[in-house]
């Protein structure tokens, strides 16, 4: 039932979202070569499926291998800081300062590093990643309930078991807040580096079909990428709930 109940919800949204669009078309004379109307975009999905399909693979592959690689990166890397206060004295400072490099400022070296293919698309998905997932798992690991750490020391466990047995499960919720921002700025990744430089995927659809004046199709390929994130989200979401139930009572 909750799960008819969120789709109705989310169709009732993009309707009204669709409406709002239209109207604005509408009310302002907006010419299709600046903003298509939503019937626009959909006959291009439609027309051009098969096109649309190939390149949605790609950029799917690209935020997926970058999803998996950037959380373990992440999560290995919040279990060295908390797991040393010397290893967090020295890595924390330069995994903040590292956060005041943009990171579209990278991308052309990543191409350059990884080539054309899909390995600078991943590492660039990784970078978007890595920090918020670092962050959050933490943040988890250092506010470990303190009845929880006594508990441990009277049952005399060892520092790698405390951090393993009570620090990471309670750090769990705040990862799993961090997956959730990193699943929704995954795509961003994968875009921006096929932006940079590619031959395939749904950012290098777009930059061609702008360069061709081919605003619907622009439009439709934004459209599949704005899909595949929300599935990508709700699927993370719904697993989440699965594997740490007690993650609901935090939203």
Known sequence: ?????????????TLFFALCWQGAI???????????EPVAVLNEVSSQWALLFMHAKITLWEILLGLVLGFLFGLLSALLLASSQTLSAFLLPIL????AIPVF???PLLVLWFGYGIASKIAMTILIIY???????????????????????????SSRQLLFKVRLPAALPA?????????????????VGEWVGSSQGLGYLMLQA???????????????????????????????HRIIPWVCHLR
């Open 96 to 99: 903040i300062a590292s956060q």
């Open 131 to 157: 920090f918020p997932v670092t962050a959050a798992c933490y943040d988890g690991l250092r506010n470990t309930p303190k009845q929880w750490l006594e508990l441990a020391q009277t049952m005399g466990i």
């Open 210 to 240: 702008n360069a061709r004046i081919q605003i619907s199709l622009m439009f439709a390929a934004l459209f599949i990428l704005v899909v595949i994130a929300l599935l990508l989200y709700f699927v993370i979401d719904k697993l989440l």
């Open 105 to 107: 400022a990278i991308a």
């Open 175 to 191: 990862l799993a807040s961090g997956l959730r921002i990193a699943v929704s700025v995954a795509p961003i990744g994968a875009i």
């Open 26 to 36: 509408s009310i302002f004379a907006i010419p299709h070569y600046l903003l298509p």
């Open 1 to 13: 039932m909750f799960a008819w109940q969120s789709l109705f919800r989310a169709l009732i949204m």
